[in-house]
């Protein structure tokens, strides 16, 4: 029986085999097309003094066993060891089977590249054929191998609130880098995402993402001998993971993605991978409004629809009415849990304001955060069980609300009833989903034995979402965590759209979407153009600057527009018209990230997929005030992916292919001239 396999993607290769002692699944080689074919840059057979054979191996999925002093996936209490069983591949699938013969644990390692894309998902079912409970310590999904023969530059992002999505960079020469959540949210603090490559070399990358909405855990470990190994997975927050006589458990998907063209290539591996999880869902995304910055709490018919009307008169398609319709919610002191409208703000009953914002021509949109509950509630006096609590301590109140205990059934029946019925009774095309707290309380009053609070949460939450999905198919939802906490890729494939930040100030934004579009594809990146100067960074700049920020994903607008001029309101709609222009390019294009948000050059360009039109949308990064009134050249834009040979054309000016990527398009920017799309159209 053959016991090394191949899988193949659009452009990578992933090649596995079980060693001769069949304890374990080895990395061959993880690469382009062919990279297998020679001896494995991983592999390892020399001296391990004061080591074990498994620390110095490139093993795909260890136990402690088997990797006792490098960093192991899986820690079972009474410990494991497995023999290789059997395995079934097909080119894009495999299935590699493993059983401990001491205590009956079968582990079933799963790879598989969907089609079209170079990232390989990898997750683990173990099943305890055994006699005996099992206690997990530790679950991760995968580790993956890297070669890094000069070090390990690591590419990672970290933020906090209103802050996200901070791409920075570490270089490893040995130990372990470490991020990872236990918020039971991926969290504001790290991205479920990392990216490797070898400090000699820019060009080969590999990247590791992960498909689990609670608490994480990614690391990087480069040894003595250049390997760098990566594991990712659950965090068990709650303890260690009890598996039952006869109990199976499929752990999460942990998702390595390879590039040869860079960070940059990487971002296009990740975006692919994202379409495709998006699949039939991935149509064109309204341009909305979203009244939050404008009202705030004071959400009334009136004010909402003079912002409605405004909306529709600028080109918007979808209204949103944020935080504040229902009843007790004034601030954020009270109402979440009790999910109707409040007759007071609506006294004309809400179907009609919808009604009435729908004979604007515009979809209705509402804003809900149905998995928390302010203790001034009539859910919370009715059932204070229901939250996660600690018997004989304190509860610990976050925005003063606290967490339902989701993993509960009744309380995921709760939570499944409130949205659809919201769903059913009133004429609604678009949810906010938020999440504006992280758990706290390990607890369940009453109940008895080991809990896996983080996994029944988020088990339920995956399952409200696809009901929801599949019973109102034609209902988008945006994903938002108190901005963006709540970004990873489980929820990639069950949200249309995320919320990645609050804050909508321009060049911070620009760097937070910047980190974004490494790790997520355009169609998830909501965007709004807000009032100057904004809540956070008053660094001036234009109204084009915004629009063109938030034309780069999903765009929207969240500013008080009643309050725009006659002007304001025509730039925008002539903007909000360009956007639905090139919307489809920007949803479906190749997407190339030119300098960055610190770079005197920043752009993004997309390329459509025929190649025959360009979209670069380009910010001016640095001071306003001397540009284009001393002698100065104009910023040069190298652009990526176009035929050498071609004539692109923009307006009167046209470009050989060659200039563009070599030289670059230039833009020329003054104070008052700080953005600019320009379309290319190949000649
Ligand atoms: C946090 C979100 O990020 C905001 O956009 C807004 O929806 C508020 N919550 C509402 O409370």
């Not at 025509?570 to 960055?596: C, F, N, P, Q, S």
Request: charged share 20%.
């Amino acid at each position: 029986m053959t016991r090394r396999w191949t899988l193949r993607g659009a452009q990578t290769e992933y090649t596995v085999a079980v060693p001769p002692h069949g304890r374990w699944l080895e990395l061959v080689a993880w690469g382009p097309h062919g990279v297998s074919d020679g001896p494995s840059p991983v592999g390892y057979e020399g001296p391990v003094p004061f080591l074990t054979k498994g620390d110095g191996a490139p093993v795909e999925y260890a136990t402690e066993t088997d990797r006792p002093f490098a960093g192991a996936d899986l820690v079972v209490r009474t410990r494991a060891s497995f023999e290789f069983q059997d395995a079934t591949a097909t080119q894009d699938r495999l299935a590699v089977s493993f059983a401990d013969p001491v205590n009956g644990l079968r582990a079933v390692l799963h790879y598989r590249i969907p089609a079209g894309t170079d990232v390989v998902e990898r997750w683990v079912e173990l099943t305890n054929e055994g006699t005996e409970p099992l206690r997990l310590a530790r679950a991760g999904s995968a580790g993956f191998c890297v070669p890094t023969p000069h070090g390990a530059r690591i590419s990672y992002q970290w933020g906090q609130w209103a802050q996200e999505f901070q791409l920075d960079h570490v270089d490893l020469a040995h130990g372990t880098f470490a991020v990872g959540s236990a918020q039971g949210v991926p969290g504001h603090l790290y991205v479920p995402w990392l990216a490797i490559r070898d400090q000699a070399d820019d060009t080969a990358v590999w990247g590791v993402g992960l498909a689990w909405t609670g608490s994480w855990q990614i690391e990087a470990e480069r040894d003595t001998g250049g390997l760098t190994r990566i594991r990712a997975g659950r965090r068990l927050v709650d303890g260690p993971l009890e598996l039952a006589p006869g109990q199976q458990l499929t752990l999460p998907v942990a998702a390595g993605a390879y590039s040869g063209g860079g960070l940059d290539g990487l971002a296009r591996v990740w975006h692919a991978y994202q379409r495709r999880l998006a699949g039939e869902r991935l149509g064109p995304r309204p341009v909305l409004y979203n009244s939050w910055e404008a009202t705030y709490f004071a959400v009334d018919a009136a004010s909402q629809l003079e912002l409605a009307r405004v909306a529709a008169g600028i080109g918007v398609e979808t209204f949103v009415v944020d935080d504040g319709w229902f009843t007790g919610r004034n601030d954020d002191t009270a109402g979440l849990g009790d999910w109707t409208p409040d007759p007071a703000k609506f006294p004309a009953g809400f179907d009609a304001f919808v009604g009435d914002v729908r004979a604007l021509g515009l979809k209705f949109g509402l804003w809900v955060e149905p998995e928390c509950v302010n203790p001034r509630s009539r859910l919370y006096a009715e059932h204070p069980e229901w939250v996660y609590s600690v018997e004989g301590r304190p509860l610990t109140q976050v925005r003063n609300q606290y967490l339902l205990d989701l993993g509960r059934p009744e309380v995921a029946e709760f939570v499944h009833e409130t949205v659809d019925r919201l769903l059913r009774t009133h004429d609604i095309d678009y949810l906010k989903w938020d999440f504006n707290r992280p758990r706290t309380e390990p607890g369940r009053p009453g109940a008895t034995g080991p809990l896996d609070l983080d996994g029944s949460h988020v088990a339920n939450l995956y399952r409200i979402f696809e009901q929801l999905r599949r019973d109102h198919p034609h209902v988008l939802i945006e994903a938002c965590a108190g901005g963006g906490a709540r970004t990873d890729l489980a929820m990639a494939a069950r949200a249309d759209v995320f919320w990645p930040s609050d804050n909508t100030g321009p060049l911070d934004r620009l760097a937070i979407q910047w980190g974004f579009l490494h790790a997520n594809a355009p169609h998830l990146l909501s965007s709004w153009v807000t009032d100057a100067p904004g809540l956070f960074d008053p660094r001036p700049r234009s109204f084009a600057f915004r629009f063109v920020l938030a034309m780069a994903g999903v765009l929207g607008v969240g500013a008080d527009i009643r309050h725009w001029t006659a002007e304001q309101r025509d730039e925008a709609a002539r903007w909000i018209a360009l956007y639905k222009e090139i919307r489809d390019i920007v949803m479906h294009g190749t997407v190339h990230l030119v300098g960055g948000p610190d770079q005197a050059r920043c752009a993004v360009q997309y390329l459509s997929p025929d190649e025959r039109t360009v979209v670069v949308l380009a910010w001016h990064t640095g001071r306003l005030d001397g540009a284009g009134l001393l002698p100065s050249r104009p910023v040069r834009l190298p652009l990526r992916g176009l035929a050498s040979q071609a004539r692109y054309r923009a307006g009167e000016q046209q470009y050989s292919g060659s200039h563009l990527t070599a030289v670059g398009l230039p833009v020329q920017w003054t104070a008052a001239h700080d953005a600019e799309v320009v379309i290319l159209h190949r000649v």
